[in-house]
């Protein structure tokens, strides 16, 4: 799910793998990776949530879910 939105930031941002890649410092080839619905290490997903404006946020769940 993770890499589904990091997917989705990437293809509808509006710049190209290279500016990313550029702005961002990871390697084109791991936006490539990505891109082809591979994964990533958590802290290339972690530098592109920051570089989107995202965040993970813990939601606290109800009496009684798992």
């Keep these: 799910m993770l890499i589904e939105l990091i997917r989705k ?3 509808t941002c509006g710049k190209s793998r290279y ?3 550029q702005d961002t410092g990871i ?16 802290e290339t ?3 592109l949530l920051k570089y989107f404006g995202l965040e ?8 009684g879910e798992k």
């Design 9 to 11: 930031q990437i293809r």
């Design 19 to 21: 500016r990313i890649s």
């Design 27 to 42: 390697e084109e080839a791991a936006l490539c990776r990505i891109m082809q619905g591979k994964t990533c290490a958590i």
């Design 45 to 47: 997903a972690d530098i």
């Design 56 to 63: 993970l946020v813990s939601k606290k769940r109800k009496r």
